[in-house]
Antibody, heavy 119, light 114 residues
């Protein structure tokens, strides 16, 4: 059973960079796409972007200028950086396995981690 | 960008009843790339349906999906107490003006106990 776990600071100051890592266990990270999704409190889901294990990325156009994703296959991890954060970036951030080209869906999700942007 | 509109916003039903949730897309969506998720408070979304009508692993057969083009439906045949949650539809694809492949989600339908 594939499991994902997000980790990173729960508090980030405005204008700084949010950094999160997702660790995958119970299976290899290789040959899959991996996505990040966020959800502000009481609101809906927003896809941030995805990375393939080759390092190829797709980002949501609305966030593209501030997002960087990377992957470390040796550690079975992938990461998210979101720069110049504001209070609007406060949300629960999820990582998920991305099966876009086989089922058009996100089949395994991490439990999520709350990131608050505040001084 | 394709916009998914879910209705109703809130659905109040009793256990044992049938639930019908709607997802309408602003332009045609490939059925292969339409999915439904269930989310309970404090939990991550759980994949229920992919490809518009295929149940994900371990999902009970009381959950079914249907539809094509711009109109899709999630049906729960007989509600169990654990089914009361928020449900999201999701599509994957590219659309103008920026032809970037992306996921978009509906705003969610809250299924509550009557």
């Amino acid at each position: 059973q594939v499991q994902l776990q997000e980790s990173g600071p729960g508090l980030v100051k405005p204008s700084e960079t949010l950094s999160l890592t997702c660790t995958v266990s119970g299976g290899s990270i290789s040959s899959y796409y991996w996505s990040w999704i966020r959800q502000p409190a009481g609101k809906g889901l927003e896809w941030i972007g995805r990375i393939y294990t080759s390092g190829s990325t797709n980002y949501n156009p609305s966030l593209k200028s501030r997002v960087t994703m990377s992957v470390d296959t040796s550690k079975n991890q992938f990461s998210l950086k979101l720069s110049s954060v504001t209070a609007a970036d406060t949300a629960v951030y999820y990582c998920a396995r991305d099966r876009a080209y086989s089922s058009g869906s996100l089949d395994y999700w991490g439990q999520g981690t709350l990131v608050t942007v505040s001084s | 960008e394709i916009v998914l509109t879910q209705s109703p916003g809130t659905l109040s039903l009793s256990p044992g009843e049938r639930a019908t949730l709607s997802c309408r897309a602003s332009q045609s969506v490939s059925s292969s790339y339409l999915a439904w998720y269930q989310q309970k408070p404090g939990q991550a979304p759980r994949l229920l349906i992919y490809g518009a009508s295929s149940r994900a692993t371990g999902i009970p057969d009381r959950f079914s999906g249907s539809g094509s083009g711009t109109d899709f439906t999630l049906t729960i045949s007989r509600l169990e107490p654990e089914d009361f949650a928020v449900y999201y539809c999701q599509q994957y694809g590219s659309s103008p003006p920026v032809q970037t492949e992306r996921y978009t989600f509906g705003q969610g339908t809250k299924l509550e106990i009557k």
